[in-house]
């Protein structure tokens, strides 16, 4: 059975119940390059498309984690929207945005996401704009993905994976200490009102200046 939703304009949900994994993996060898995301949580299937705003949201978060990393001086292997999943948990789907941190010397020269040999993204982005991420959730914390950043249009909420198997919102960001949610909130905030590279380097200026004030 199937239902189709449409949160917003551009965007539209479709969710089929009873499917099989072998249906799940020929859906996603044939979907190629277009803009679809696919989750798949026990036998449950899920066909996101993707609108402009939904998109633009993304490449935002993307670049503040791209100017963090560079401020607080690590390293990152981005994997953008991979494809994880698992036979065995009958889980699958791709998070808006995916990086390795913490382990991106682990996988540096890995080409292909292996499960059973690969640590997960130490960090997600989601950009939920009609509340139905619940799914794609659940198979995050299956794999094993330890933070989530979750925006749904109007808040950004850092959560982490705790023993439960359930995520919980927390103050600050595993991946960069110190960071709150509300400090990149008034950034998220300002898109729209200067340009990308604008925004970033006003982003960049502050954590420098943050981390500044931290150093003994």
Known sequence: MATIQTPIPGDQWVVFDDVPWETYLSLL????????????????????????????????????????VKEYGLEVQSVGSMTMHSEELQSGGEAD????????????????????????????????LSSRSTRRMLVFAELGIPEL?????????????????????????????????????????RRGTVGEIALDDELAKWVRASLKTRRP
Do not use: C, M
């Not at 993304?58 to 100017?67: P, T």
């Not at 996988?107 to 996401?113: A, C, N, P, Q, S």
């Open 29 to 68: 060898q044939s979907r190629g390059e277009r803009h679809v995301r696919l989750t798949f949580h026990r036998g449950v299937l899920e066909i996101l498309t993707l609108s402009k705003l939904h998109e633009i949201l993304s490449e935002v978060l993307d670049n503040f984690v791209k100017v963090l």
């Open 97 to 128: 945005k995916a990086y390795y941190i913490r382990h991106e010397e682990i996988v540096r020269d890995r080409e292909k996401y292996d499960p059973v040999i690969d640590p997960p993204p130490d960090l997600a982005v989601e950009v939920d």
């Open 149 to 189: 950043w979750q925006y749904d249009g109007e808040r950004l909420v850092f959560k982490s994976l705790g023993d439960d198997d359930v995520y919980h919102p927390i103050e600050q960001s595993l991946a960069f200490a110190g960071l709150a949610s509300t400090d990149l909130q008034s950034f998220v905030d």
